[in-house]
């Protein structure tokens, strides 16, 4: 499995979040690492949900052109995978075999595809692993970056 770490789109979102600063700044400090490592990796569908959620979700939400920004920067800092016509098939196997919801499974699917075998998100069970694919929360009691960094 490869040494980066997928990125999930709670991730991008609590970077811009103001109504929670201490998960600001974290997100803010790990994506600054992950990017300065070159750790760090999107998918195109975190980049999609991230857009969304910027621009209709945040109190106040951003405006289409910064969003837009913001996007082309994190395609500059990071690697994004891409989402196929095998992620699909594979999420749909997840959400039957795993019981993930689809955007989940295609998110797994699509780290699992390409050989990465962590994604950092809150949105799953800590420490919960699927098929070699391991679920971390970045903001979790006793996360450490220099940990996924080799540091």
């Not at 609590?14 to 070159?38: F, M, N, T």
């Not at 699509?110 to 970045?138: K, Y």
């Amino acid at each position: 499995m490869s040494v980066g770490v997928v990125v999930d789109t709670n991730v991008l979102v609590y970077a811009l979040d103001a109504r929670d600063p201490v998960k600001r700044s974290a997100a803010r400090a790990l994506l600054a690492k992950l990017a300065e490592a070159g750790r760090g990796v999107l998918t195109a569908q975190v980049l999609a949900e991230y857009f969304s959620v910027a621009t209709s979700k945040l109190a106040p939400p951003l405006d289409p052109v910064t969003a837009a920004l913001q996007v082309a920067e994190f395609r500059r800092a990071f690697s994004v995978l891409d989402v196929t016509a095998d992620v699909v098939e594979d999420a749909a196997r997840g959400v039957v075999q795993h019981q993930l919801s689809f955007w989940d499974a295609q998110l797994w699917a699509t780290a699992r595809l390409a050989g990465f075998d962590v994604i950092l998100s809150e949105d799953f069970q800590d420490g919960r692993e699927i098929e070699g694919v391991r679920f971390v929360d970045p903001f979790g009691r006793g996360f450490r970056l220099e940990g996924w960094l080799g540091s």
